[in-house]
């Protein structure tokens, strides 16, 4: 049996079905998965400059070997990317290449290059297929994974966007390799995020085995595996979050918020860390109601510390941000019903639940401590 088909993890959604393919190497697939995707297809790779630098004529020289006609369109890594400006250039740069709707796009690069190349692909002549090839861990466990695809508003993150699913999702390990050790970290908080919100064994495992997924060993393979198959099997019963897809938001409304009173600057805090900071909001906000043991609020601040995650909001650099404008952003959160705030909270170490009537006065009083600590 080859790595790839060792590493083999389905997202079953009916005909809309795709693999996720997890490997060293395996980026040397993409022709095959082009032709077996839609034959003779030409395609334009949507990535960013870092990741065109580091890793574009590898994937580039996939395509001549195999003949197929390929484009390359360049964004601007970060998060800033993610925004109408950059949307109505990357949708025009598609169109003027004059590829088809049988034609395919490739989001190569993070979570950023990823959720806006699947945006642009969703729209451009009312949806052309694509592929994601994932190439941070973030990426890779997370957002390439499950059909998100959108863009930032000044209002608040993620708020434009489409359910789009890719074709297949190709996970590379090699290209972890040239990550820098900070967008690493920022990624293992979404693989955390698995354990904590239902699978407890993948977190007391992730606690012995750290060392070794950060130092890319078998454990590596193993986290990324175990992670997209948590996240497929969530997806597959609820694809557009009508549900328990919620469950993978935890930490991310507060994470969002901190994220949009940054500016989305990357140089203060990338979206993993808000995250991390986030899932411990959450776990001490959980506390607070009586709803979590302080142990397991120890036991994950151990964990998140012990790999180098910030856990407190004054770990961002710059101005501490006020309640008011935390609120703000936590008030455009989708998951916001009639006024009440929906969070993802916790009874413990994977025991993470929906609750969708938080007053936010709860939360502007818990969040007055956290800024005053
Ligand atoms: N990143 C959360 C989700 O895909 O639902």
Redesign the pocket.
Known sequence: MSTLERNLVNVELGERSYDIKIGNGILSNISQTIKSVSPNARCVVITDSNVNRAHGDRLRGFLDESDIEHFTIEVTPGEKSKSWPVFQQVVDDILATKLERSDLVIAFGGGVVGDLAGFAACVVRRGMRFIQIPTSLLAQV??SV?G?TGINSSHGKNLVGAFYQPSEVLIDLDVLKTLSLREFRAGYAEVVKYGLIKYPDFFSWLEGNHQDVFAHEDALAKAIQTSCKA?AEI?AADET?AGQ?AL??LG?TFGHALEGYTAYDGARLVHGEGVAIGMMLAHRFSNRLNHCSMDDVQRVQSHLKAVGLPTEISEIHGDMPSVETLMSFIAQDKKVKRGALTFILTKGIGKSYIADDIPPSEVSGFLTDQLSK
């Open positions: 997370d957002s499950g998100k996240k997806v979050e897809r993978l938001n991310h």
